[in-house]
């Protein structure tokens, strides 16, 4: 026999390449956000606009909480791009999901001012920003970063442009455009892309546009996965963690990696309410790897109820990252358990889940546990035969994990 299972899965995406996902989806919008759910999540806030006369976005709040300005550049005064930020603590205190800003002079040209956002998963909270850099340019098609931004595997990267009249943009090699805004009642233009980072590599940005628009300008950002930092990648390029049931009471734990640097061993993680942990088994790493690999392993003990696991990776100098967690109920609703024959003279035979026959006892009917005049015969984990010959003729109570059974033994 079977248990019958209650299950619902909590699911986390992870992107090819990074540990950084995107929980909510981009917006473009002058004053509102969903924060997507996480637990090291960064709101990504973003303004290209024309303006004239010449004015600066000088404070952007989401929920009321102040954002953080990570690059601002322009061109002869005009046209701008802003790249704001708020880390995981700040979201978690804003009181709502709308954006307020604050212009020096006036509202940009003829009120028009593209925004974006995005909300972040698995970004480191000390220094998301790794780097920040800006470029400008008129009269020309094209229009760079001054500086290369240095992009390391497991990373995420971001670049808005701003142009002076309407002129569709193509994005740069590597990155998925987000939106690519034409309508402004200025005639002016702003687009926003972004790349996860699968092979460290030095990138000068550049935007190109459909024509030659008379002034742009481009802002881009590198974004920090949670447990890297900027001078070297993750020590693993987790591809996928998943956890789901099989044979009914047991859970089957895997994992891929794209790419390993001196990683010494995963550590399986499990935990009843998602804070304290234990270690449920250690798995060496490859070392150093460039090859995709698949990692498994089997839970026969799960917890009743909801469960959690995470992955943790240690690499050889004992630095160490967590993925993300993923959770499930695993509930178990136990059927009676056959016993025959019933009276007997001697033997009888236990039929039922294996769990619920983990525990049995033998009690009298002053309560007493007589099991230690008991012999025990387990054919597999789900049949076991009790000898009650040594048990004097009366009725006996015969209780598992969960159920009690009167017996009468003749």
């Known amino acids: 026999m079977r248990p019958s299972i209650l299950i619902s899965l909590l699911i986390i995406t992870f992107n090819l390449n990074a540990q950084i996902s995107i929980p909510a989806n981009w917006t473009s919008t002058y004053n509102t956000h969903t924060v997507g759910a996480g637990t090291s999540r960064l709101l990504i806030y973003i303004a290209a606009f024309e303006c004239n006369p010449i004015t600066d976005l000088t404070s952007v709040t989401y929920g009321g909480v102040a954002m953080t300005l990570a690059v601002e550049r322009d061109r002869i005064g005009y046209n701008r791009v802003e790249i704001w930020y708020l880390n995981e603590s700040d979201i978690s205190s804003s009181t709502g999901n709308t954006f307020t800003t604050t212009f020096s002079n006036g509202l940009p040209y003829n009120t028009a001012h593209f925004t974006y956002a995005v909300t972040l998963d698995g970004v480191d909270q000390v220094s998301p920003i790794c780097q920040a850099e800006s470029g400008a340019i008129s009269g020309s098609a094209t229009v760079s970063l001054d ?13 808005a442009t701003s142009t002076g009249g309407v002129y569709s943009h193509t994005p740069y090699s590597g990155y998925t455009e987000n939106f690519d805004n034409t309508s402004g009642p200025g005639n002016q233009s702003g687009s926003v892309s972004h790349r996860f980072v699968g092979t460290s590599i030095s990138e000068n ?17 590198r974004i920090l996965p949670l447990g890297a930092n900027c001078s070297s990648p993750l020590p693993i390029e987790l591809l996928n963690f998943n956890v789901k049931p099989i044979n009914n009471d047991n859970v089957k734990i895997n994992w891929q990696t794209a790419s390993e640097i001196n990683h010494d061993y995963f550590t399986i993680e499990r935990s009843k309410n998602g804070t304290d942990w234990e270690n449920f088994k250690i798995i060496k790493g490859a070392g150093n790897s460039s090859s995709l690999l698949n990692y498994n392993t089997i839970d026969y003990t799960p917890y009743e109820g909801i469960s959690y696991y995470r992955l943790k990776q240690t690499d050889f100098d004992g630095q160490f990252s967590y993925s993300n967690i993923k959770s499930f109920s695993f509930s178990l609703t136990y059927d009676k358990i056959e016993i025959y024959p019933n009276p007997t003279s001697d033997k009888i035979t236990l039929v039922g889940n294996s769990h619920e026959l983990e525990i049995i006892n033998v ?43 009167k017996v009468y033994k003749q």
């Open 147 to 159: 500086n290369s931004l240095s992009l390391l595997s497991s990373e995420m990267a971001i670049y």
């Open 205 to 221: 940005t550049t935007a190109t546009f459909s024509s030659t628009p008379n002034r742009a300008v481009i802002c881009g950002i």
């Open 363 to 405: 009690y009298n009917t002053l309560g007493k546990n007589v099991s230690n005049k008991i012999v025990f015969t387990e054919y597999n984990k789900e049949i076991i035969m009790i000898d009650l010959s040594k048990l004097s003729t009366g009725t006996y109570y015969i209780k598992t994990k969960t159920t009690a059974n």
